[in-house]
């Protein structure tokens, strides 16, 4: 009996590598992600706290300081943005993927069902034939 042979053995090799490269995207970009979400926190924690002396000399420069703080959580607060949507987009393509390496698993499996039922059916007939050969 021939051993089964996927035809589509490399294209399937391709979907899982592909899959495998979109999840590796997702987590990076979820990783990213904390990240971004992590340093937003710190800033909203020191931005939180106001002022920290009562030194009149060292007002202005806390002043400053705040205020570049603000500039800085605007700005993480939109990296965060961007992160979030790249994220989205590496879902859907970690999903697209996984649909796509699935589709050719059903097709693997279709294709293994019907060779063991081809090889089934020749075991049947060699059967038959050293049956009906011996007389039985």
Not at 17 to 30: G, I, N, P, Y
Not at 116 to 132: H, N, P
Request: charged share 40%.
């Amino acid at each position: 009996m021939k051993r089964f042979r996927f035809r589509l053995d490399a294209l399937l090799r391709l979907k899982q590598r592909k899959r495998q490269e979109a999840e590796q995207l997702f987590a990076s970009c979820q990783r990213d992600l904390i990240a971004g979400i992590d340093a937003l926190g710190r800033l909203d924690e020191r931005l939180g706290q106001g002022f920290t002396t009562h030194d009149p000399q060292l007002i202005r420069t806390e002043e400053a300081f705040l205020g570049r703080l603000r500039v800085e959580r605007r700005a993480q607060a939109e990296r965060v943005a961007e992160l979030q949507k790249r994220l989205q987009k590496a879902s859907e393509a970690m999903l697209q993927a996984k649909r796509e390496e699935e589709s050719v698993l059903s097709l693997r499996d279709k294709a293994k069902a019907a060779w063991r039922k081809d090889a089934l059916k020749e075991v049947q007939s060699q059967l038959d034939d050293l049956g009906y050969r011996s007389g039985l």
